[in-house]
């Protein structure tokens, strides 16, 4: 991580690294009308990022895979903070 970064910014972001706490965010942030759509015991934290260079400093890009329920599918949720 950069030095540029705040103690805060470093925290939000070593905390997105454990399945848990995503979980825990999208149980909060999403709409029931989502949430009742997907397994969250099956979240995936993924390696891939998207965020361009210019943005690291002041954003923070999160994607992990879900299972749709009822269903053999896979989806993926992607944030931006």
């Known amino acids: 991580m950069s030095k540029n970064l705040t103690k805060h910014d470093k925290f939000f972001r070593s905390m997105t690294e454990h399945v848990d706490v995503v979980r825990e965010f999208l149980v909060n942030n999403l709409p029931s009308t989502i949430l009742s759509k997907i397994d969250l015991s099956s979240i995936r934290l993924e390696k891939e990022v998207f965020i361009s260079d210019r943005l690291k400093q002041s954003a923070v890009d999160l ?19």
């Open 63 to 81: 994607l992990c895979s879900v299972n749709f329920k009822d269903t053999a599918r896979k989806g993926y949720c992607y944030i931006l903070y």
